[in-house]
């Protein structure tokens, strides 16, 4: 099973008006984001608001995503769930809206062992044996997908890549050291894209790539060129504006940022409440700062 995963591939948010998911300004989104040079596309994951996102929309927003990119770049749908039979459901759905891979975050909340977590990955990988990209968040899941745990699930041909996201650039050094190429290594953290890159990794599933693709796809691309230097510089720029897209949860202040340049409705879904003006204009100024233009 092959599905090649490097570069920039946004976390892609779901642009919402009036309650709805608004399926136009999500495909201006994904267009927008193919012209600056994205290299793949991420529906329903964390950014995408996937919790709060019912069944019928989650295929709504992956069909829409895959019609628009037209088969351009690689499209890998968020399938996660704290339920194992949910997420083979929502796996299934994916697979039949046409995404070329899934996304499959730790089951949140209820907090598995180390065996709970390999064989929740395993089930759905045994319905739905689409090219996977694991998904370790910790401080939003409650638990952390161990390098022990992943090198078990390394018989698993399905299993293509992890997006690391512990904070900290340790992890990514520990899957290389113990496991080579045979994860691909994803920052799922903007702040640490060219710390994993230097380590092995391979690219970013981006917030801040939402709002501006080209100057976020510039750091891997160069990086990946060997312009180490130039991906460097451009690193260093993007930094604040990245740290402005955590002031209060992701992903309300990416939206607010973009819904400043009309790009979707100030709107996001509850629990979660809009930005407070100085959190939108933190990050505008961030965005100023770096001379960047949603």
Not at 246 to 251: L, Q, R
């Amino acid at each position: 099973m092959s599905l090649e995963l490097s570069g920039t591939l946004p976390a892609l948010v779901t642009p919402l008006e009036d309650g709805a998911v608004d399926e136009d300004a999500l495909r201006a989104l994904v267009e927008r984001a193919i012209e600056g040079g994205v290299n793949g596309l991420v529906p329903c994951g964390t950014t995408g608001e996937s919790a709060t996102l019912d069944d019928a929309e989650h295929a709504r927003v992956i069909r829409a995503v895959v019609a628009q990119n037209n088969g351009r770049v690689p499209v890998i749908a968020g399938a996660g769930s704290a339920s194992t039979r949910h997420a083979v459901h929502l796996a299934r759905q994916a697979r039949d809206a046409g995404a070329d891979g899934l996304l499959l975050v730790c089951p949140y909340y209820n907090r598995p062992t180390q065996a709970g977590l390999e064989g929740h990955f395993r089930a759905i990988a045994e319905a739905v044996p689409l090219p996977s990209v694991l998904y370790n968040v910790p401080a939003r899941t409650g638990v952390d997908l161990s390098v022990e745990t992943l090198a078990r699930l390394a018989d698993v041909d399905a299993f293509v890549a992890i997006k690391e996201a512990t904070n900290t650039v340790h992890r990514s050094q520990q899957i290389r050291a113990r496991l080579g190429d045979r994860y691909t290594v994803l920052s799922g953290d903007d702040a640490l894209t060219l710390p994993i890159l230097a380590v092995g990794g391979r690219g970013v599933i981006s917030v801040t790539a939402n709002a501006f693709p080209a100057a976020v796809s510039e750091v891997t691309r160069r990086w990946l060129a060997g312009d180490h230097e130039g991906a460097l510089a451009q690193h260093l720029r993007l930094l604040p504006v990245h740290a402005s897209m955590f002031i209060e949860a992701n992903p309300g202040p990416v939206k607010a940022v973009m819904a400043r340049a009309g790009r979707l409705a100030p709107e996001v879904r509850q629990p979660l409440a809009w930005p407070s003006e100085e959190t939108i204009a933190a990050v505008a100024d961030a965005a100023e700062r770096a001379g960047l233009t949603p």
